[in-house]
């Protein structure tokens, strides 16, 4: 009488087992179940939107519902301090830090920076000139004989930044503080569109002088050390609206003229940083770990870069290369799910 009951018996465990492994227990365990992330990107579209997109995905597996919205910098800044938008993923230091220090009593960067290595901005030329010439500093170029070769009548033309952009307003400070003026002429306009020209006359073998940052496409276009060189400048020089307590002189450059190491570049290294709301950070564990693990290389961020300037920022292109890069670096993007599920 007694075997039937514990066949019953085991048959009901057996069940029981079965049901508890069909429960959504799982969902029930990560740890953005039941909230949802109010992810920021900037109106700036680079690379900085495959990362964004990158972050979101790994959210979603962390549990968490997103909602994503573009908003200019300087207005993300105060609604994450009032707690209207939680966290944006692409903001560029130390370019934006007067604005952010505005904010930073409620609001706080989360990670080392998404760029290993990070990014450079300053003056470039090509190499065969500057090879042929011994061109190895900005400074060279006060002298007139120099400075023509980049363009007419003793004056070189300096591809600076577009009108607005806060890059313009420190090449013409350092102009002017380097004792340029009188030998530069800056040309401003679409910069993209200047710099196709750019490359249009680096291959047919013309000199060519910009200002540029990498990583960027024009980076992977044109390589430094390769095509393009670094010029080092002779002294730190930032107007008031840039603020840097940190050097300019950044070791390990590749292709500063000259082989110099480290290379005085026009600002102090710079990288793309999380900013999120103090309070959402410390309520979500989970998400400052993911962020505290994400880095690209320069290679990557250059790649992406080219991509888009080349086959355009809509959606459809900005998913797929994070799509792939997510297919191609599956294993590190499963660790840094796994390290923030248990993060404390």
Known sequence: MMRPFKALLGFATALSLVGMACTPVLAEDLPGSGKTIRFVQSESTGGNYVLTKIAIEASKRLGYSTKLSTVNTTLFFPAAAQGDLDLSMDVTLPQLQPSFDKVKANTEVVGSGFISGAGYNGYMIDKKTADAYGITSLEQIKDPKIAGLFGKNGKADLISCDPGWG????????LDKFGLKNTVNTVR?????LMFE?????????????YAWA??????TMVPGKDVVWLPTPFDAL?????????ALT???????????????????????????????AANPAIKSLVEQMAFSQATW??????????????RNIRKLADDWMSENKSMMDGWIATAKVAK
Do not use: H
């Open 302 to 315: 250059s790649y992406w870069e080219k991509t888009i300037s080349q086959d355009g920022a809509s959606e």
């Open 215 to 220: 990583p960027s496409w024009m980076t992977n």
């Open 167 to 174: 890059c313009g307003d420190v090449v013409d400070y350092q």
């Open 239 to 247: 107007p008031g609206s840039v603020s840097s307590t940190v050097s």
């Open 189 to 193: 306009g679409k910069y993209e569109a």
């Open 251 to 281: 070791p390990g450059v590749i292709g500063c003229a000259g082989g110099a190491d480290p290379c005085r570049m026009a600002m102090a290294a710079w990288n793309w940083y999380a900013i999120g709301n103090k309070a959402f950070v």
């Open 198 to 210: 750019n490359v249009a006359r680096l291959k047919r073998g013309e000199p060519v002088f910009f």
